[in-house]
Every structure is written in C-alpha cells, then in structure tokens.
C-alpha cells in the first residue's frame, strides 16, 4: 500500500516544467515538503552550485529524504557537424550536474534514514528510454543518459543495505518543453516523428516517480521504462 509522505523534504531538480514541475506538485499531494531547482533561478553545471542548493534545502527545510535528480537537455541530431557546445551542455547537466547532487545529497540522504518514521530514504534518476536502447542521431544524449543508469546502479549496490534506495525512471515521449531547445531542423523531424503518436503527460511520470517513493522500506523499484503505448522503439 502507499505511504504517505508527512514529515519528509524532497528536493526535485528542473522543476520549472515538465517531468519536475509535476513531480513536485505529486510529492507535495502526498505531504512532502518540497525544494524546486530550475535552472531559471539555478543552474547545476558546477559543484558549489549543486551543493549549495542541496545544502540550503537541507538547511531551511531541516533535512533531506527523497532526492529527485529530474533537470535535464535533449539536444539532438548526427554527430557529424554537432555543435559540441550541446555536447558541453547535455553533459553539464544530464551528467556532472546529477552527480554533484547526488555527492551533496548523500550524507542528508543518509541521515534521514535513521531520523525519519519510515526508516528509509530516495534517490531517484530520470533517465529515459536513450538510457537503454541507442538510436541514430541521438548518440551524445543517449551516452548522458547511459551514465546516468551505469551510475544509478554502481551507487545502489553501495547504498541499499543502508536503506537508501536509488531508482532509475525511463521514460519513452512526453509532452513537455524538452525537444523544444533543439535546432530548427532537429526540431522539425522530430516534430515529423512524434505528430501522429498520442505521447504521455508529466503526471505520468510523477505518478511512476511517487509509486516509487512510497513503496514501504522493504521494497525497491530499482528500475522502470515507462512507454506510451503506441511508442514501438
Ligand atoms: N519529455 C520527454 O519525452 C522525456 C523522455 C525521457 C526522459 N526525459 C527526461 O526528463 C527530464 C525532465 O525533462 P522534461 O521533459 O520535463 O523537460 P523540460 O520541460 O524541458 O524540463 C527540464 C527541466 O530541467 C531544467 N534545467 C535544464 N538545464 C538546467 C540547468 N543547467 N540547471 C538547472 N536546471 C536545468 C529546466 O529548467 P529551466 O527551464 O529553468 O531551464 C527544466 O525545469 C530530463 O532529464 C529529460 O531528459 C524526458
């Protein structure tokens, strides 16, 4: 059964939209406290940066349980001729900026464990469909999001005898602003592509994300891809 979260502080990174920004209003729904990142007021791309944001979160809601490592750029297209300051980005950010927050957040994480009535704490990544199965023109997003699955799961088997569980969430399409920061003649292909597939919906996602978070302490969802139906690759 779902448990609630009263009493809890979750911090959700790219929250100004899309994926996170429903992610936050779930977790909320549920009693979490919940501490928004956007790259809008902050960005992640450097180490005192993300910990600065985790250690405030920590510090003004007075501690940490559920870390949603959400923010995140598509930018897609072959990789001959590819503009390697996307590169620099998707890197910056699907990435460094994951893993900086997941370094500060570690030992708030950990804590909660001990402090918190569930006695278990989240990590959650959101990864993607391109985080399992490559596909032409896609292959610097899809290596962002590989490691965010190789790291999701080395730091599980570090961490889950302690009652932090991590958990990698792969999504297929949805409906929200990513695509649109591509160039123009990206964008339009796959506009092309994704113009006759009904896709899924931000709170698709949050509903994954808050399934997994309110499993009881003895249950981990280490891992779900999450598909439209009519989406075949
Ligand atoms: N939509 C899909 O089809 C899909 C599928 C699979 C996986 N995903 C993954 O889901 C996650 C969320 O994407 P979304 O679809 O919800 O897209 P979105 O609506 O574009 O949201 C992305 C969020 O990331 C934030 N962000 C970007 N760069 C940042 C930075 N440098 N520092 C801090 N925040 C930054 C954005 O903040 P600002 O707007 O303020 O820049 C925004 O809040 C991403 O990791 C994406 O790869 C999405």
Redesign the pocket.
């Known amino acids: 059964m779902a448990e609630r979260l009263d009493g809890t502080v979750a911090l959700v ?8 920004a429903a992610t936050a209003l779930e977790l909320s729904g549920l009693g979490a406290s919940v501490a928004l ?4 007021s ?4 450097d180490d005192p940066q993300a910990r600065e944001v985790v250690e405030r979160a920590a510090a003004e809601l007075g501690r940490l349980d559920t870390l949603v490592n ?5 930018l897609l297209g072959p990789v001959q001729d590819a503009p390697l300051t996307e590169w620099q980005r998707m890197i910056n ?2 990435v460094l ?1 994951l893993l900086y927050c997941t370094h500060a957040a570690l030992p708030h994480l950990l804590d909660a464990v001990s402090t918190s009535p569930r006695r278990v704490a989240d990590l959650v990544n ?1 990864s ?2 391109a985080g399992r199965t490559v596909r032409s023109g896609s292959a610097a997003y899809n290596a962002t999001k590989h490691a965010v699955g190789a790291f999701s799961e080395a730091l599980r088997q570090e961490v889950t005898t302690r009652y932090l569980r991590v958990s990698v969430v792969e ?4 409906d ?3 695509a649109g920061h591509n160039r123009p003649e990206i964008l339009a292909g796959l506009t092309e592509r994704f113009a006759h597939q009904e896709r899924m919906e ?1 709170t698709d996602i949050a509903e994954t994300i808050s399934f997994i978070v309110t499993r009881p302490r003895r249950v981990a969802v280490n891992e779900v891809l999450v598909r439209p139906t009519e989406q075949e690759g």
């Open positions: 990174t790219g929250a100004s939209s899309g994926i996170g990142v956007a790259r809008r902050e960005r992640l791309t959400n923010a995140g750029v598509m950010i699907n900026g959101i993607s469909v999504p297929g399409a949805v929200t602003e990513l931000a």
